[in-house]
C-alpha cells in the first residue's frame, strides 16, 4: 500500500490510474472512459508530464439560413382558408422574397466582412479592392427597394395579391449588373493572383472557417448576385405556373419574363464582349505579321480551351467569330499570357474534318508518320484552304462530350460567315468534291510533309517568308514534278534547320 501511495504524479499517464482496480462494471466503465480522453490524440509516453488543462473548442458551426415555408408562418385556420393553388403561388412568391433577403445580407457580408478588413489592415490596395469587389453597395439599396413594395403589396393575412406590375416596374434596374457582370473574368484573374500572397491566403482561410461565411469562399460571395440574375425567370415562371389564368397577374407576369430575359440577354452580350476583349489582351505575337487584322473585328468568343495537337503537345486554342488562334500558355514578368502559334486562321477559310477513333496516330512526330503511333480518340481536323495559310491541325480532345462541342462551335461559326466568303463545302476527306479525287492521287506524295506540318512549329524566320515550306500544301492544279520539287525541297530545309 505504502508503495502505491508514494507513487510520482507524474508517471501517472491518467486519472484512470488513480481509480483501486474494481469488480464494479460501471465504476470499470467510468474508468476506462476517462483513460481514453486524457490519452487521444496526445501520443505521448507516460513519462511525460502533463499539460495545464484547458477546454477544448471546438469549430463553430455555419450559420444557417432561415428555410421556413410560407405555409409554416400560419395556424390551421388561415391555412385551411386558402386553395392549394393559391397556397402555392404564396410560397413561390415568398421565395423570391427571402432570395432577396438572403442576397442582401451577402452582398453587406462581402463589405463589411471582407472588403473593410481587408483595405483597414492593407491587405490590398484600394484599386486592387474595386477591381475585385466593384461598387456593391450600389445593388443593395436595389434590392431593398423590391422588398419595400412586396411589404407594401402584402394584405393583413400575408398574402400577396397582385406582384406582375411591382416586378415589371423593378426588373429594368438589374442593367446596373451590366458592368459588374462584364469585369467578372478580369476580377477572378487578378484574385486568384492574389491569393499567392501569404497574408491574403491567412486572411481567407481564416473567413472561410468563420461560421458567417457558411463553408463559401470569397468568390462564391461575388459570384452571387450573377447567378440570382439566371433564377429571376425561373422564380417568376413559377409564379405564373400557380397563378389562374383569369387572375389580373398573368399579363403583368408573362411582359415581367419578357423583361428580364431582354436583360439578361443584354447583359451576357455585354459580359462576352469583355470576356473576348479580356483573352485578345492576353495575346503575345512573335512577330507582328502574326497579328490578323479581323481580331480588331472579333466581338465573342465561342469557345476556348486546352486540346492537344499531333505531336502531343498542349495547345490553348481560341474559337472567336472571325478566327481560329491557336497558342501556347507562356508567363511573362509574372503575367499569364497566349503565345501566338502560328499564323491565325480566318474562319471563313476553315473546312472542319471529323475524324473517327484510331483514323489517326497521335504522339509522333516527322518519324511518327513511319511508325505505330498510338490510336488516337476525340479527334477532329481544321484545315485552311487559303493558299497563304495553307494550315492543317490535327486537335484531340479529353472526351467525346468536348469534343462535340467544339465540333458544334466550329460548325456555327462557319455557318455564320456571308455566304460569298466562305470555304467550298467539303467531303468527310476536308476536300471538295472536284478535287477529291485528285487530292486522293498525290495523297502518297505529300502525306509525310502533311503529317510534319501539324506537329512541328516553324521558327520565327520562316514568318518572314510568308509561312512557306511545310505550312504550304501545293494545289491541286501543280504538276507531279512541281509536288515532288516542293516535297523534296522542304524536307531538305527541314533537315538543314533542325525543325
Given at each position: ?18 481509480i483501486s482496480p474494481s469488480k464494479n462494471g460501471a465504476v470499470r466503465r467510468f474508468g476506462q472512459t ?466
Amino acid at each position: 500500500l505504502t508503495k502505491y501511495m508514494l507513487r510520482p504524479l507524474s508517471r501517472v499517464s491518467s486519472l484512470a490510474n488513480l481509480i483501486s482496480p474494481s469488480k464494479n462494471g460501471a465504476v470499470r466503465r467510468f474508468g476506462q472512459t476517462i483513460q481514453s480522453m486524457s490519452m487521444r490524440g496526445d501520443g505521448k509516453s507516460p513519462g511525460a508530464p502533463l499539460k495545464a488543462c484547458s477546454k477544448v473548442v471546438g469549430p463553430t458551426p455555419p450559420k444557417r439560413r432561415n428555410s421556413t415555408l410560407w405555409s409554416e408562418t400560419l395556424d390551421v385556420h388561415q391555412k385551411s382558408t386558402f386553395s392549394t393553388k393559391e397556397i402555392k403561388r404564396q410560397e413561390a412568391i415568398h421565395e423570391l422574397s427571402r432570395g432577396e433577403h438572403d442576397l442582401i445580407e451577402d452582398l453587406q457580408v462581402a463589405r463589411k466582412a471582407y472588403h473593410d478588413p481587408m483595405l483597414k489592415l492593407s491587405i490590398m490596395t484600394e484599386e486592387e479592392l474595386t477591381q475585385i469587389f466593384g461598387d456593391l453597395d450600389a445593388y443593395i439599396p436595389l434590392h431593398e427597394d423590391l422588398l419595400d413594395k412586396l411589404a407594401k403589396g402584402t394584405s393583413s393575412d400575408g398574402t400577396v395579391g397582385q406582384i406582375g406590375q411591382i416586378v415589371m416596374d423593378w426588373l429594368p434596374g438589374l442593367n446596373a449588373y451590366r458592368d459588374y457582370c462584364s469585369h467578372q473574368l478580369a476580377a477572378k484573374a487578378l484574385l486568384d493572383q492574389k491569393k499567392q500572397d501569404r497574408r491574403v491566403q491567412d486572411f481567407l482561410q481564416r473567413c472561410l472557417e468563420s461560421p458567417f461565411s457558411r463553408k463559401l469562399d470569397l468568390w462564391s460571395f461575388l459570384d452571387i448576385p450573377r447567378s440570382r440574375l439566371v433564377k429571376y425567370p425561373l422564380l417568376l415562371r413559377e409564379i405564373l405556373r400557380h397563378t389562374p389564368p383569369e387572375h389580373a397577374d398573368v399579363p403583368h407576369l408573362e411582359k415581367a419574363i419578357t423583361i428580364i430575359q431582354g436583360v439578361l440577354s443584354d447583359i451576357n452580350t455585354r459580359k462576352g464582349e469583355s470576356e473576348c476583349q479580356y483573352y485578345i489582351d492576353k495575346l503575345e505575337y512573335l512577330d507582328d505579321r502574326q497579328r490578323d487584322p479581323l481580331i480588331d473585328h472579333c466581338k465573342t468568343l465561342l469557345c476556348h480551351g486546352e486540346l492537344r495537337n499531333k505531336s502531343g503537345s498542349k495547345l490553348h486554342v481560341f474559337l472567336f467569330s472571325e478566327l481560329l488562334v491557336l497558342t501556347r500558355p507562356v508567363t511573362r514578368n509574372e503575367r499569364s499570357c497566349f503565345q501566338v502559334y502560328r499564323q491565325p486562321l480566318p474562319v471563313r477559310d476553315l473546312a472542319l474534318e471529323d475524324l473517327q477513333d484510331g483514323d489517326v496516330r497521335m504522339g509522333g512526330s516527322f518519324r511518327g508518320a513511319f511508325s505505330q503511333g498510338e490510336k488516337a480518340k476525340n479527334v477532329f481536323r481544321v484545315t485552311s484552304l487559303d493558299p497563304s495559310h495553307g494550315q492543317s491541325h490535327t486537335l484531340q480532345v479529353n472526351d467525346i462530350f468536348h469534343k462535340q462541342q467544339w465540333l458544334n462551335c466550329l460548325r456555327s461559326a462557319i455557318a455564320a460567315q456571308p455566304q460569298q466568303q466562305r470555304a467550298p463545302v467539303r467531303d468527310r476527306r476536308g476536300v471538295s468534291e472536284g478535287t477529291a479525287m485528285t487530292r486522293a492521287k498525290r495523297r502518297a506524295s505529300v502525306v509525310s510533309v502533311e503529317g510534319a506540318d501539324e506537329n512541328d512549329c516553324p521558327r520565327i524566320a520562316d514568318l518572314s517568308q510568308g509561312l512557306k515550306g511545310t505550312e504550304m500544301l501545293p494545289r491541286s492544279g501543280s504538276s507531279g514534278k512541281m509536288k515532288r520539287d516542293w516535297s523534296h525541297g522542304s524536307l531538305q530545309r527541314r533537315k538543314e534547320t533542325g525543325v
